[in-house]
C-alpha cells in the first residue's frame, strides 16, 4: 500500500489564525502543538494563483509559496509532500521562517527530509523513531483521509 502526504504543518495556533478567511482550509492538530493543513484539490485551487506549480514539489501550488513566507512571520512555517510506493519514493520540503525560505527545496529518496523540517519547526522524536513518527504522520495513507481529523 502506498503513502502520500501533501501538506502544510506549522504551530497550531498560527494555522488556524492563517487559514480563517480560507473556507476550503481544514487544519488537523498533530502532537506538540503543531497542525497540518491537507493541501486537497479543492484548497490546492483556492490558494493558487495561475503561475506554474513550484519547481520541485508535486502539489505546491504556484505562488502558494508568496503566502506560506507570510504566514512565517510569527512561526517557522514547512511544506510537505511525500509519495511512498513499497518503500520507495521520495519527499520534498520547504520550510520559512520570519518571511525567508531557511530549508530547502529539499528533495530525497532516502532519509526523512519531512522530520528534518519538522524539527526546524521544534518538533522531537521524545522515544519515537524519529519527528515523522512522533507527530502521528503515518495515521493516514492518503492527503484527503486527514479531512477526518480537522
Do not use: N
Request: net charge negative; proline share 7%.
Amino acid at each position: 500500500m502506498g503513502y502520500a502526504l501533501e501538506a502544510v504543518v506549522a504551530a497550531e495556533p498560527l494555522l488556524r489564525a492563517a487559514t480563517a478567511d480560507l473556507p476550503d482550509a481544514h487544519v488537523v492538530p498533530l502532537a506538540q502543538g503543531l497542525a497540518l493543513l491537507p493541501m486537497t484539490d479543492d484548497l490546492h485551487d483556492a490558494v493558487m494563483d495561475g503561475t506554474p506549480a513550484h519547481p520541485g514539489f508535486r502539489k505546491l501550488p504556484g505562488g502558494f509559496h508568496h503566502t506560506l513566507a507570510t504566514w512565517s512571520a510569527t512561526g517557522p512555517v514547512a511544506y510537505v509532500e511525500a509519495d511512498i510506493w513499497g518503500g520507495t519514493g521520495d519527499q520534498s520540503v520547504a520550510v520559512w521562517t520570519r518571511g525567508a525560505l531557511t530549508l530547502g527545496p529539499l528533495t530525497a529518496p532516502t532519509g526523512s527530509p519531512i522530520s528534518l523540517a519538522l524539527r526546524h519547526l521544534g518538533a522531537h522524536a521524545d522515544g519515537h523513531h524519529d519527528e515523522f513518527d512522533a507527530l502521528g504522520l503515518g495515521r493516514h495513507r492518503r492527503t484527503e483521509a486527514w479531512l477526518k481529523d480537522a
